[in-house]
């Protein structure tokens, strides 16, 4: 005849105490090489930091830089484009000259703020720089020390052709381009031209695509209306670097809830 073995509170109540124990040792090694992985991955990540300009003269890299509206052919005394024929934004870099296309033209209400701010609806002119943490925390000085590159770019938002970009045109994100105008120290320009991220999560962006994490991005940012911004992806954070720290933790927590709930009731007598 077998015998059988009745588990009696106090035993139910070391066990719990043993396996509780095991998970909060868990918990506490995940957590502590957690952030080990977080600070080591995001240490070396690179951050850009944005300065947006607002006068249309100032200096870069010992040239004069002017911009200036130049209304389309046909225009009304108030200088307003229209989507057809918009006009321009001559930029002037040194002995270099650019023109720009408006990709939405302003009113005739705006025409009379300052240029860079009638047009700040699809262009902003950024003075920028890329580093660490740790080097962008003094950022002004490392930039007069020449520890961090001191760069300068327009960029433009190009809505869908064929669209009120007021309307319709704000809203159809996918459709948006972005173009980025690089003033290069030689007295040239560097021009690029990318779409909207349309690919899906933790997938690879496609080469004429924005990525997160690239000066492109941010400085796309900058040009987005409010309420278009596209939702991190999370692609290069600390998320990723956690590995099987994250599980550990989340195992060790769940175990460590559930003995003290066994721990607890154990001890209650039944009448």
């Given amino acids: 005849m077998r015998e059988r073995i009745v588990q009696t509170p106090s035993r139910t109540r070391g066990l719990a105490l043993l396996c509780g124990c ?20 995001l240490a070396g990540k ?4 944005f300065m947006p300009l607002l006068d ?8 004069d830089v ?3 509206y130049e209304p389309p052919e046909g225009a009304g005394p108030d200088g307003v484009g229209t989507i057809e024929n918009p006009g321009h934004i ?19 209400s705006k025409l009379r703020l300052p240029l860079i701010t009638a047009h700040q609806d699809w262009m902003q002119v950024l003075r920028f720089t890329e580093g660490t943490a740790a080097q962008l925390q003094r950022v002004n000085q ?26 319709w ?6 459709e948006w381009s972005f173009a980025f105008y690089e003033f290069l120290p030689d007295g040239s320009f560097r021009k690029e031209q990318l779409r909207f991220p ?14 997160e994490g690239t000066w492109q991005f941010g400085a796309a940012l900058m040009v987005m209306p409010k309420g278009t911004v596209p939702s991190p992806r999370f692609a290069d954070d600390g998320l990723r670097a956690m590995g099987w720290t994250l599980p550990g933790a989340a195992v060790g927590a769940s175990g460590a809830t559930v003995c003290a709930i066994v721990f607890a009731a154990a001890g209650v007598r039944r009448r």
């Fill in 66 to 68: 002017v911009l200036a």
């Fill in 142 to 167: 490392a930039i007069e020390r020449g520890e961090l590159p001191d760069r300068l770019v327009i960029v433009t938002r190009i809505p869908p052709q064929g669209v009120d970009p007021s309307t």
């Fill in 169 to 174: 045109g704000r809203i159809r994100r996918k």
């Fill in 22 to 41: 095991a998970s909060l040792a868990l918990l506490g090694v995940s957590l502590w090489k957690m952030s080990a992985r977080v600070n080591e991955a």
């Fill in 56 to 63: 249309p003269e100032f200096t870069f890299a010992g040239r």
């Fill in 198 to 211: 349309t690919s899906k999560r933790y997938q690879p962006n496609a080469p004429d695509e924005l990525a």
């Fill in 90 to 108: 001559r930029v002037t870099y040194g002995d270099q000259t650019l023109p720009i296309l408006v990709t939405i033209p302003p009113d005739a």
């Fill in 46 to 49: 690179i951050r850009h930091v």
